[in-house]
């Protein structure tokens, strides 16, 4: 397949690729830390986490046009505030959702599975009805429109290096809250013996509450990060919680460090063979490596080397 | 079953409130009651042992005590506050502290960072320094990870975590179990040493006799969710208590 480009065209195609493949990484990173991180410490698999992520996208979609129509001065700055909002919107959602329905099901996996499904249905209807049926585009303000011109055959887009700069930040900013903040130190212990944490004097229901909020606010802010690869329609997020699963498990559950790597190489690989091949194909090949490894490696790429 | 002294004996100086007061207390797993009424005070400064065999209640006791399992009837009082319909973390800020059979350290942490798990209900940040001073194998190791040490040490690591939240009451399941007698000696004196010098009421559940002995004031032997023996330490009859431990 390679046959028909020289070898400076190769090159350049990788590295396009390469960054292309970055903003779906930041996407799948931001997605993949929340439903971590919830998996993490409560046990429940957040079906829903899609919706919670398409809520991003369209709170970044009303911001883009509240400030088009009203406010066409500070429109270039938007961006910042609509990720602000998306994260607080999805956020403050999902600390309804825990308090009204997950908190009564922590004992019971698979009946989560189900309520966080039949949430995701909730959402996505509730979203056709509010925003129609049609999917709909941001208007991103000029800046982060252009892109570098790094070689003769190399471009790299803005919106691309924003996003990815803005996943950066966030990566680290939730590694710093979970590894040196007393809420992170709290969130470990849960994670690690729920009810130990509780006879040592942790609020477990606080702290789930708050995780299960943060959780929700990344996917949100995945959801503005997403405006900028795809436009947003009711069922969007379904299309992505699958992949975000498998990055997970294949991240090694409950390492931060694995769930980047895995991120990192799942969407390169997918976004560097979609080049070459059909977007079906690229994914039956990078899923067929992903099983492959999982077989050799069940526990993930990543895990912890401690005695239990 | 018909040697069962009389509960209301007192133990501490008359007139003192008792750290912890229990009365008829009830604790059950689904429909099969496990505790059938367990009456219990202890007073300030007290080491009370409970012993039993396997399966008796002790574990039960203690969970019950702690707010893990749910009383089905009964109050539990800390220093005069009622915390039966308290969850585990409020009745570690009304003063109870508890170190579990299996000492449960949180294995993917650091030993200090186990230890300020512990701080939360005080509100303070730093890991006080009189904790490591009473257990200096903790500061030497305090960036391992809790799960790489060995029982002994994460013995003292679970009694350090619960130390941190400063209780009034300390809880210990089965201290001794898994490990080796050298340590179990210290270990008996280091509970000594916390009484005297922190004046917690200390209630350890065990089925070692002679553990028991050298740190208990009083000793109850609870068989099939009932305490059907007390006595204090200066009274305690071996043979007498040993009868109930035997298999």
Redesign the interface.
């Known amino acids: 397949m390679f046959g028909e480009y020289s070898l400076g065209d190769l090159g350049a195609i990788f590295a396009m690729q390469g960054f292309a493949g970055l903003i779906l990484f930041s996407v799948y990173v931001l997605m993949a830390l929340g439903l971590a991180i919830i998996f993490g410490q409560m046990g429940v698999i957040n079906m829903a986490h899609g919706e919670f992520m398409i809520l991003g996208a369209y709170v970044t979609y009303l911001c883009s046009g509240f400030f088009q129509a009203h406010l066409p001065g500070i429109f270039p700055a938007y961006f910042f505030l609509a990720m602000a909002l998306a994260f607080v919107a999805a956020g403050l959602l999902g600390m309804v959702v825990e308090w009204a329905l997950i908190r009564h099901l922590y004992k019971r996996p698979l009946d989560t599975l189900l309520a966080t499904w039949g949430l995701s249905l909730i959402l996505q209807q509730a979203y056709r009805s509010i925003f129609g049926a049609r999917e709909v585009g941001v208007e991103l303000p000029s800046w982060m429109m252009g892109s570098v011109q790094a070689t003769d055959t190399i471009e790299i887009p803005i919106n691309g290096l924003f996003v990815m700069a803005i996943t950066v930040l966030i990566t680290l900013a939730v590694a710093g809250l979970l590894f040196a903040s007393?809420y992170g130190?709290?969130v470990?212990?849960v994670m690690?013996?729920r009810?130990?944490?509780?006879?040592?004097?942790?609020?477990?229901?606080r702290v789930d509450r708050l995780t299960f909020g943060l959780g929700c606010g990344i996917a949100g802010v995945a959801g503005s990060a997403f405006t900028m690869i795809g436009s947003t329609g009711p069922t969007s997020g379904q299309l992505y919680i699958v992949d975000t699963f498998l990055i997970v498990v294949f991240g090694g559950a409950a390492s931060l460090l694995g769930t980047i790597a895995s991120a990192f190489s799942i969407s390169q690989t997918q976004s560097t063979l979609e080049f070459f091949l059909s977007g079906s194909t690229a994914k039956v090949i990078t899923l067929l490596a992903v099983v492959a490894i999982l077989m050799l490696r069940p526990q993930g790429l990543f895990t912890?080397k401690?005695?239990? | 079953m018909l040697q069962t002294v009389p509960a209301s004996a007192p133990v501490a100086a008359p007139g003192a409130a008792p750290m912890l007061a229990v009365t008829d207390l009830h604790a059950a797993y689904g429909q099969s009651e496990v505790l059938h009424g367990i009456d219990l005070t202890v007073a300030p400064g007290e080491i009370v042992a409970v012993m039993g065999r396997n399966g008796m209640g002790k574990s039960t006791l203690m969970r019950t005590l702690m707010g893990i399992l749910p009383a089905r009837g009964g109050t539990i009082r800390v220093d005069g506050h009622d915390v039966t319909a308290l969850k585990s973390h409020q009745r570690v800020a009304r003063g109870l502290a508890y170190v579990p059979q299996g000492r449960m350290i949180f294995s993917a942490m650091t030993v200090q960072e186990n230890i300020e798990t512990g701080l939360t209900v005080t509100g303070e940040s730093k890991v006080p320094g009189d904790l490591y001073a009473m257990f200096p194998v903790l500061l030497e190791m305090k960036g391992r990870r809790g799960g790489n040490l060995s029982g002994g040490q994460q013995q003292q690591l679970a009694i350090a975590r619960a130390l941190a939240s400063r209780p009034k009451v300390l809880l210990l399941d089965e201290p001794t179990e898994g490990i080796q007698p050298s340590i179990i000696r210290e270990m008996g004196r280091t509970l000594k040493k916390i009484r005297d010098e922190r004046g917690l009421s200390i209630v350890v559940s065990e089925q070692v006799l002679s553990f028991a002995l050298d740190i208990a004031d009083r000793v109850l032997v609870i068989e099939n969710g009932s305490i059907v023996h007390e006595d204090l330490r200066a009274d305690v009859d071996e043979a007498t208590v040993a009868r109930y431990l035997s298999v």
């Open positions: 007393r130190k709290q470990r212990a690690q013996n009810v130990m944490a509780g006879a040592v004097g942790i609020d477990t229901g912890l401690v005695r239990r």
